[in-house]
C-alpha cells in the first residue's frame, strides 16, 4: 500500500483569506484564531507572529484533515491525518513529513507501526495484513524490508534477510510443530509466454533452496549455522 498521502499541499501561495482571531502588536496573526483561505482550506487553531504555531486543526478542501502540533507553519510534533481515502497516520511530524515513530492505518486495513524517515517506513517496524493476519516485523529502509527480519504467519514463521522487500539468501522457516527449516532464497530466471515478436521474456521470481531440518534454533542475522 502506498503511504504518500494528500498531506502536501501548497498554501503558502493563498496568503490571506478570511480570518478572525487574535493578532500582536504588529498586526499579524497570534494567540488562537480561525483562517478560512481562498482555495478554501480552514485552519482552527494557535498562531504565533503570523504562521501556525501550536496546536490546531488543518481541514483541506478535498476532505482531508490533520490535528495536532504546528511549528512555523509545518506540521511538527504530534500529529494526527485523516486521508481522503480513509487512511489514517497518527505520529511524529518533523518539518510537515511523517519522522519518528507512527501508526499508519492503511484503507485496506493494513497497519504500519514503527519509524518513520521523511514520509517513509524507515527503521524498526511492523507491517500486519489484515486480510491474512500475517505481519512482517523487522528493519525498513526508504520504504522497503531491508536486512534482518521475519514473516509471522498463523502456524510458522520465516526468519532472514531481506533485499528490497524480499526474502534474500540465508533463512530459515520455523513451524510450530517444534522444527525448523533451514535454506536459502534465490532469484532465479524463468521465462515467460511469447510476446507479439516471438521472443521469450524471462522474469526474475525467488525460488527457495531448503538445506536441511532441525529442532528449533537460535537465530543470529547474517550467520549462517553449520549444518547449511
Not at 77 to 95: A, H, K, L, N, R
Not at 116 to 137: E, P
Not at 205 to 220: A, F, M, S
Amino acid at each position: 500500500m502506498s503511504d504518500i498521502g494528500s498531506d502536501v499541499f501548497d498554501d503558502e501561495q493563498n496568503k490571506l483569506g478570511e480570518y478572525d482571531g487574535g493578532r500582536n502588536e504588529a498586526g499579524e496573526r497570534h494567540g488562537v484564531g480561525k483562517a478560512v483561505l481562498p482555495n478554501g482550506d480552514i485552519y482552527q487553531g494557535e498562531y504565533e507572529n503570523g504562521k501556525r504555531h501550536g496546536q490546531g486543526t488543518y481541514r483541506f478542501k478535498n476532505g482531508a484533515r490533520y490535528v495536532g502540533d504546528y511549528r512555523q507553519n509545518m506540521k511538527h510534533g504530534q500529529g494526527t491525518f485523516y486521508y481522503p481515502d480513509g487512511s489514517i497516520y497518527e505520529g511524529s511530524w518533523v518539518e510537515d513529513l511523517r519522522e519518528g515513530h507512527g501508526v499508519y492505518t492503511y484503507s485496506n486495513r493494513d497497519t504500519y507501526d514503527g519509524e518513520w524517515l521523511h514520509h517513509l517506513r524507515h527503521g524498526q517496524g511492523v507491517y500486519c495484513y489484515h486480510a491474512t493476519g500475517s505481519k512482517y516485523k523487522g528493519t525498513w529502509i526508504n520504504g522497503k524490508m531491508e536486512a534482518a527480519g521475519e514473516y509471522i504467519h498463523t502456524n510458522h514463521r520465516y526468519k532472514g534477510n531481506f533485499v528490497n522487500s524480499n526474502p534474500s539468501g540465508p533463512g530459515k522457516y520455523e513451524f510450530d510443530t517444534g522444527c525448523e527449516q533451514h535454506g536459502e532464497y534465490h532469484q532465479v530466471e524463468q521465462d515467460q509466454a511469447e510476446d507479439e515478436w516471438g521472443e521469450l521474456p524471462s522474469a526474475l521470481v525467488l525460488k527457495w533452496i531448503p538445506k536441511c531440518i532441525t529442532g528449533l534454533t537460535l537465530w543470529t542475522p547474517g550467520k549462517e549455522t553449520s549444518d547449511w
